[in-house]
Nanobody, 124 residues
Framework: QVQLVESGGGLVQAETSLKLSCVAS????????MGWFRQAPGKERELAAA????????FYRRSVRDRFTISRDNAKNTVYLQMNSLKPDDTAVYYC?????????????????WGQGTQVIVSS
């Protein structure tokens, strides 16, 4: 069974940091592009950050660029999202995602596997 399991979410204050983890199983992790989508209450799901299977190409949406860092450890089948200088607007459920098409800006319909999500709440 292909599975992505996120962890690391929580309730934090603005300007603090949080690190999310996503552990993959049931897939050949090193061949998959990985990313973190997020969905805030009442808003569309959006791609926050992505990393190619080889780890040398990344994408960040403008609102998180310079604050978030995505990384992966293929030996551990894990992708991370280090989130610094958190803002209330970062409040969302964060979903780990995996896909095969060779892009770090995937359309939603390209996602092959979704995690269940981990909630991040940033208070002001």
């Amino acid at each position: 069974q292909v599975q992505l399991v996120e962890s690391g979410g929580g309730l934090v204050q603005a300007e603090t940091s949080l690190k999310l983890s996503c552990v993959a199983s049931g897939l050949t992790f090193s061949t998959k592009n990985m990313g973190w989508f997020r969905q805030a209450p009442g808003k569309e799901r959006e791609l926050a950050a992505a990393i190619a299977h080889h780890g040398t190409t990344t994408f960040y949406r403008r609102s998180v660029r310079d604050r978030f860092t995505i990384s992966r450890d293929n030996a551990k089948n894990t992708v991370y999202l280090q989130m610094n200088s958190l803002k209330p607007d970062d409040t969302a459920v964060y979903y780990c995602a995996a896909w095969s098409v060779p892009t770090v800006q995937p359309q939603m319909n390209a996602i092959e596997t979704w995690g269940q999500g981990t909630q991040v709440i940033v208070s002001s």
